[in-house]
């Protein structure tokens, strides 16, 4: 009997921390699964942030680095030039990637460093309980935004896939979601690309993915799922923003 | 053998370069040297200053608290740093550039129209080669090809051409001090 | 410059030197933002480091440099950031995750007058948080204080050798006056990258087990743990890798004690002479971490008092002061905001001391 699914080889066999409902675990695994089918797992780095994945590396059995929080850009940057054949990602939060490190990922993006940034976001920063991300939602409540999110007070959530679009030194840039067997199959063909898109030396490369996090949004794990879809999608609407193959 | 030296003129006018080239005429010479810039918001058209120390024995402190010879390329430079002479330092003036100074300790000064020799051969520019030519004639540190290969060696590549004209005004400025 | 011969002499900035010799000790990886008075690194390096091979970014920030600092490090290579005070301290977090990563890696300050933007000119005021850490946590790097511009391109080479060798960020501690001033330097310390095996690089986990960098440990315990460790490093590196210089120490009766810019006018003092019926001598540190405590204890016992001298409103004369532990009284000059202390002051400094002793000792 052949076994149709099992485990992917890069994956560690071990629970994770993650909370019940939780994307990471879903897009970690992608990674493994792809990491397997390219074979490049001696050949790959990863970047884990600050924020609930900061354990990626209990999960992916791969040479991997913590970076500072918002800095994965710039340490990814420093091991790619030291080790230009091996294939670097940097796996990073909304709060990470689009708060505190902003600088980071517009100048990287910006040098069109061959890189493939993994974007998870959740619209929440969980690892500290709940506060306002600064992709959440005009109205949305979290524990900083207890009366939901002023554009007012708080500004406007933050499409990281249309700012970086426009920079000239990016390659690839696209947003999903995993809240489908569908959309976790296009996620993962997007994330291959990412790949493909730095191992063909085409330059940068980022996916963002919208990811449930029932904990903090206060709801269930169904009803994270519909709210990616029906409001998360609309802020942040889904498909390919920049393709170095297709030019336009 | 010691000297200590404060070479100040507007940026621009090549005090840079003049106390680079003694330093490593000397250094080439084996003598001991620190050349000690203002840097930083010197740029044209503001008073540029370096320290020039040279000594067979170790040096210490590269700012220099009192001069043997003062190198001054125009009036706001002498105000400067007419405060660091000292009754036996020697004065080496721009005079196309600096009119009347009170002697008042009656030191030995040198007054060399640079810019006006410097114009004359055709490049105004060279005036700190004319200063370098007076004041290495009268404390006769180097000769006078080793400095000419230090010039030849800054003036590599893109400033080549200028190398004949900083030659001569070298020259004209040993030659200048020789009637004085 | 294109290329540097051995034995030859060159006329250098102290800046240029710094970088020449991070290239010649195999620095391939340079991550620098302009401030000055540290430009010229800048500007050897993006002229040289195209020359041979190597990686020269104009970073977006320090947050930037330093961080990509910690990258290249993590990958194995030899690497290197430059800065002056303001910039120093944007790099601290990353100098923190170093030190927590145990990654090496060479950081340079070209101190200049503070606080806050303060000015360009020479200072030693960042004095404490060089040798106290700088950034969160128990953590030490390694300072080296250059008193030359020869000193500052052989003290880069052995930076680079100590930062491998103890898989620590090291600090070379300079100033504006000796970042700018020029003097002759040769390059003749041999380069050696591949003396210490990183067998815990990040390279691929190809065929062997994965490697992790990090300095997260969330499991109680084991962060204590961690730290036992390092404090274990730092006590190896307290003693075996302390530098100091001494001059006329043996017989003195007043010894002063500095470092870099301060220590030479202090040496310009000495070999002026004095009229004074005392007899003065020196210890310059060159390692600030660790601080040469024993030797600064030894001449406690013997000396009448002990002078620290500083461009800074006192900051190594606290750890002077540790390491006399009141065997014998502790004076203190320093100048601050660009003030260089002079010959002259110093020995007007060196009367105050004798007037102050004598008048103690008719009196008694």
Redesign the interface.
């Known amino acids: 009997m052949e076994a149709i699914y099992k485990t992917p080889k890069t994956l560690i066999d071990t629970p994770t921390h993650y909370c019940p409902g939780c994307g990471h675990g879903i897009v970690q695994r992608l990674i493994a699964e792809i990491i397997d089918e390219m074979d490049i797992?001696?050949?790959?780095?990863g970047l884990?942030p600050v924020g609930c994945a900061?354990?990626a590396?209990n999960y992916l059995?791969?040479?991997?680095?913590?970076?500072?929080h918002?800095?994965p850009p710039?340490?990814?940057?420093?091991?790619?030039?030291?080790?230009p054949e091996?294939?670097v990602f940097s796996y990073q939060g909304d709060g990470d990637l689009a708060a505190i490190g902003t600088?980071?990922i517009?100048?990287t993006a910006n040098?069109g460093e061959n890189i493939t940034v993994i974007f998870v976001n959740n619209a929440v920063y969980g690892m500290t309980n709940g506060q306002m991300a600064p992709t959440t939602l005009i109205n949305q409540k979290t524990l900083t935004t207890p009366h939901g999110r002023s554009e007012k007070n708080d500004g406007y959530p933050l499409r990281v896939c249309e700012i970086l679009s426009v920079i000239d030194g990016s390659r690839f840039i696209a947003r999903t979601s995993i809240t489908s067997p569908k959309n976790i199959i296009k996620t993962k063909q997007l994330l291959e690309k990412g790949f493909k898109t730095q191992i063909q030396e085409k330059g940068f490369s980022l996916i963002e993915i919208l990811s449930p996090c029932p904990v903090y949004w206060r709801m269930s794990s169904v009803e994270s799922l519909k709210f990616i879809d029906k409001e998360m999608s609309t802020t942040f609407p889904l498909g390919i923003f920049k393709d170095w193959e297709s030019r336009n | 053998m010691s000297e200590k030296v404060i070479l100040a003129g507007l940026g621009g006018q090549g005090m840079m370069l003049l106390g680079r080239l003694i330093a490593q005429a000397l250094m080439l010479e084996g003598k001991n040297v620190t050349f000690y810039p203002s840097y930083g918001t010197e740029v044209r058209g503001g008073t540029a200053y370096y320290h020039l120390t040279v000594s067979e024995e170790e040096i210490f402190s590269p700012v220099i608290e009192e001069a043997d010879t003062l190198i001054m390329m125009n009036l706001p430079s002498y105000l400067k740093f007419k405060g660091f002479l000292k009754p036996d330092s020697m004065l080496f003036l721009n005079s196309s550039m600096i009119d009347k100074i009170e002697n008042e300790m009656n030191i030995d000064v040198y007054r060399i129209p640079a810019t006006k020799i410097a114009n004359n051969i055709g490049n105004v520019v060279a005036s700190n080669m004319v200063m370098l030519g007076a004041y290495n004639e009268v404390k006769n540190l180097v000769s006078i090809p080793v400095f000419l290969s230090c010039l030849k060696n800054v003036l590599k590549g893109r400033k080549e051409p200028f190398y004949e004209v900083n030659k001569l005004a070298i020259e004209r400025g040993a030659e200048f001090v020789r009637k004085y | 410059m294109t290329s540097t011969e051995k034995n030859k002499k060159y006329l250098l900035t102290g800046n240029e030197a710094c970088a020449e010799a991070a290239i010649q000790a195999g620095c391939r990886f340079y991550y620098g933002y302009p401030i000055t008075p540290q430009n010229e690194i800048l500007t050897h390096m993006a002229i040289r480091m195209p020359q041979v091979g190597g990686t020269f970014i104009q970073v977006e920030s320090e947050l930037a440099a330093i961080n990509m600092v910690y990258g290249s490090a993590a990958a194995g290579a030899r690497t290197m950031t430059s800065s002056s005070g303001p910039g120093i301290s944007l790099k601290q977090e990353g100098i923190s995750y170093l030190a927590g990563s145990e990654l090496p890696c060479v950081i340079v300050n070209i101190q200049r007058g503070g606080p806050g933007l303060g000015d360009i000119s020479p200072s030693q005021a960042d004095y404490f948080q060089a040798v106290k850490g700088g950034g969160h946590g128990d953590y030490h790097t390694i300072v080296l204080a250059p008193g030359s511009v020869q000193e500052t391109a052989d003290l880069v080479f052995d930076a680079f050798d100590l930062a491998d060798c103890y898989r620590n960020p090291v600090m070379i501690l300079s100033d504006a006056q000796l970042g700018q001033m020029m003097e002759p330097v040769v390059f003749n310390k041999k380069c050696k990258p591949n003396l210490y095996k990183k067998d815990w690089a990040l390279t691929g986990a190809d065929g062997r087990k994965r490697n992790i960098i990090k300095s997260f440990y969330p499991v109680k315990g084991e962060l204590e743990k961690f730290n036992a460790k390092l404090q274990k490093k730092y006590r190896q590196i307290k003693a075996e890798e302390v530098r100091y210089e001494e001059i006329n120490i043996e017989n003195a009766d007043i010894v002063i004690v500095a470092y870099g810019t301060c220590a030479r006018i202090c040496k310009e003092f000495l070999k002026k002479g004095q009229s004074l019926n005392v007899k003065v001598g020196l210890i310059r540190p060159i390692t600030l971490w660790p601080f040469p405590a024993d030797i600064i204890q030894k001449v406690s016992e013997r000396v009448q008092a002990i002078l620290t001298v500083e461009m800074s409103a006192g900051q190594m004369v606290e750890d002077v002061r540790l390491s006399v532990s009141g065997r014998c009284p502790v004076h203190f000059y320093g100048r601050t905001g660009g003030g260089i202390p002079t010959p002259k002051e110093i020995l007007k400094k060196i009367s105050e001391i004798v007037s102050v002793r004598e008048k103690v000792t008719c009196t008694t």
């Not at chain 1, 059995?61 to 500072?68: F, L, N």
């Not at chain 1, 340490?75 to 030291?82: D, L």
């Open positions: 797992r001696g050949k790959t780095i884990a900061v354990l590396y059995d791969i040479d991997m680095c913590e970076a500072a918002g800095r710039s340490v990814a940057t420093g091991i790619k030039r030291v080790h091996k294939i600088a980071e517009i100048h040098r």
